[in-house]
Structure formats: structure tokens, C-alpha cells
């Protein structure tokens, strides 16, 4: 039994389907501009407007898949759950996405099929695909761009699925966290892969176990780990960090709120955004708006200016003026298709243009060009440009 997670999962997708069919018509439009100052509102923040539109659709209909930006400028999609009318299925399928063209087409499949994994570009411009559901949940591989093709990348050292990849400074990947396929128990165990010497070896614990929680690299190296669900389906406040030098992870300040499912943004002054999630537990959904702020040199959280809109399993994506894009989501009934804007010179989000569908379990990837490439979720096989 997994705690409820493939029930509660199945149920946000079909209420997702049934807001892309019934809800047509709220999930449209969007301000006009393009991302530039268009004044401001009462409080003296700028008003960033930005707008949705229509790009190629992928090959096939998935969510909880990875999307990873290549360093030829492609966005490579892996993986990703297709069936929706019961339990999710696993696809080994993976595409390309070219923003030049702005289509998609398939690339090498995957050696198995997997979803709610992780996909991390390496220093040599491959991909390392680790661990999710599926056949082989302790397994991973290497995509190689240049030959379009996936090969063994050895295994994990535990199976998991749910747990964050953070590009290391040495190069190295620190895997943490996740829920086990064996018993289906939240984890604290974390691990790094070695991409010389290609082999995963365990690392120091968390101190705590987390499924549900968000992993952000710090500019002195460190990573954040914040949130999430402990053993007991309860969302945790407290946050820790990794220190590379020492292979250990060390208890920082707790945040002000209890939250799973919300998001990590490393913002241009080393300061990290939280953003969102669910204060419920793990089988009792509760969308929050509220958003704090990380301060590294300090080690301590602060509130910010909260979301427009209560959610959780949204994505956040840092823009080349410096502004957050927060885009769709779950907010505890339907899936979203309204965005928004944090401006940290002013500490608000502001509205700015809706998807063209709602999503949850979607991707979210900036582009070389600025524009960011939102794709799939929920089973949709559609794809958008915010500009």
C-alpha cells in the first residue's frame, strides 16, 4: 500500500481530464504584453504581463514525466504516465523538443518505463534518468544527445520513486529522498552518482524521511531540502542541509509553514523561493497560497507576498528579468490553468496570462530564447510557450 498516493494521484488526474473537457473555456485568454513593464498597481510593484500561445503537441499524451533543456538548446521529454482511466501506466517513450521548429519529435525510447523520476543534464551534456515506478525503480540510465539513444546507467542504491536530483558543483548527483517500492515507506536515505566513475554510493541520511519535498542548490554549494511528508502522512516545517564537503546533511531553520508539493526557486540575490504545496496530509489535500523566502547567509525563512491562487504541484520557472513564473497546478478540486508572477524586487506575485489548458503533473522549462515551454500533465499531450 502506498499511502494513499496512487489514489489520491488518480484522483487529481481525472479531475484534471474532466477540467480540460468541461472547463474550456475558463482555461483560455490571458492579458496581452510580453513580459514588460506596463505601469503599476496601488502597492507601486510592476505589472508584468505575459500571454500563453499554442506550440507543437508531443507524440504521446503524458504527466509526471522530465523535461531537461540539452545544451544544443532541444528539451529532451522522458517518460510520464498515459493511462488515466484506472491506475497510471509507465511509458518508455521520449521526445525532442526543437524551438526552432517549435515541434516535437521522438528520440531513442527508454529501457524501461518509468514516472515520477528524475532527469538531470551532466556535465558532458548527457542525461541521467534515475529510479520512479515502473518495472525497474532502482534502475538508470544515460540519454546521449549526439546519438539519440539511451544506455544503462547502473543502479541506485535503494529504489525509489518521488525523490529530488540536484546537479552537485563537483558534478557529482545527490539523490535524495522519495517513497520506497518495497513497502511503500517514505525515505531519508540519499546517495550521489559518480558520472566518472558511474556508480551511485550512499551518502549521509536526511534527518528526517521526505516524499513530497523540493531540493535546492545554494550558491555556496549546499543544498536545501526542504518540506515534504514524513512516515506519519503529516507535512513537515522543517528544512536541512547537505554540505558536499562533509557528505552530511545538518538541521537549519524550519519554515514558517508545514507544506508538501510546493516549490524551490533559487532567486538572483542566493535567496530561495518557497512557494505553495498543501498543508494537508498525504491523503487529504489542502492547497495553501502562502510563500516564504530562504536566506542562506542568514539560514533563516521569511514571509512573502502570497500566491494569487491557493496550489500545489505547480512548476516554477525562473525568467531572464529575474521574475518567478508560477503556472497551473492543483488547488484541491480541479486542476489550474491560471499563472502568475513573483516579482522579487517588490516581494508580490501578480496575475499574468492563463494556459491555453489547465495541468498538473506538467513540465515547465526556459528556453535559450526566454520563452518558456510548458508541456503535457495529466495525460495531455499539448504544449504551450509562454512569451
Known sequence: MLKGVYSVLVKLIVVSVLVFTIGATGCSGGSGGRGTDAG????????????????GSLTVARGSHTATLLQNGTVLIAGGAYDFEGLPEGEMSAEVYDPGTGTFTATGSMTVARWQHTATLLGNGEVLIAGGLGASP???ELYDPSLG??????????ARYGHTATLMGNGEVLISGGQSVAGGNYLSSAELYDPVAGV?????AMTVERYG???????????LIAGGYDNSGAPLASAELYGPSTGAFSITDSMISARAYQTATVLGNGDVLIAGGTDGTDTNWNA????????????TFTTTGGLTVARGMHTATSLLLGT????????????????????????????????TVARTEHTATLLGNGKVLVAGGSGDTSAELYE
Open 288 to 299: 495553501i497560497a502562502n510563500a516564504e523566502l530562504y536566506n542562506p547567509a542568514a539560514g
Open 324 to 355: 518567478v513564473l508560477i503556472a497551473g497546478g492543483y488547488d484541491g478540486t480541479s486542476g489550474l490553468a491560471s499563472a502568475e508572477l513573483y516579482d522579487p524586487a517588490f516581494g508580490t506575485f501578480t496575475v499574468t496570462g492563463n494556459m
Open 149 to 158: 539513444t539511451f544506455t544503462s546507467a547502473g543502479r541506485m542504491t535503494v
Open 40 to 55: 503599476g498597481d496601488a502597492t507601486g510593484a510592476a505589472t508584468l504581463e505575459g500571454v500563453f500561445v499554442p506550440t
Open 200 to 204: 551511485f554510493t550512499l551518502t549521509g
Open 213 to 223: 519535498h523540493t531540493a535546492a542548490r545554494l550558491t555556496d554549494g549546499k543544498v
Open 138 to 140: 532502482d534502475s538508470a
